[in-house]
């Protein structure tokens, strides 16, 4: 079984950092793409951060400039730093992961619980 961990989340001020972590765990032969979503109150879940296993990034628009997305193939983990933070950032953050399980056939994909993300004066 397959199990994505996260942490780093917390309370933040406008123009902070923060570092998040995404561990994957269990029976895993490979990884494609490992991403960040965001989800406020109230609104959709969406794309802020992916990487895939070659190393190719895509960010969100809003993030660009002040998010990075990172990963450690050998730890089957992925990091989202995130800088220049501001209160529109507030949300849960959704780790993601596209594996190859050596039992499966196909890739499937996990979430993870999520983290929450405050920034606040």
């Known amino acids: 079984q397959v199990q994505l961990v996260e942490s780093g989340g917390g309370l933040v001020q406008p123009g902070g950092s923060l570092r998040l972590s995404c561990a994957a765990s269990?029976?895993?032969?490979?990884?494609?793409?490992m991403n960040w979503y965001s989800q406020a109150p109230g609104k959709e879940r969406e794309l802020v951060a992916a990487?895939?296993?070659?190393?190719?990034?895509n960010y969100a628009a809003s993030v660009k400039g002040r998010f990075t997305i990172s990963r450690d193939n050998a730890k089957n983990t992925v990091f989202l730093q995130m800088n220049s933070l501001k209160p529109e950032d507030t949300a849960v953050y959704y780790c993601?992961?596209?594996?190859?399980?050596?039992?499966?056939?196909?890739?499937?994909?996990?979430w993870g619980q999520g983290t929450q993300v405050t920034v606040s004066s």
């Open positions: 990487i895939t296993s070659g190393g190719s990034t």
């Open positions: 269990g029976s895993i032969f490979s990884i494609y793409t």
């Open positions: 993601y992961a596209a594996i190859r399980s050596y039992s499966g056939s196909s890739l499937v994909g996990h």
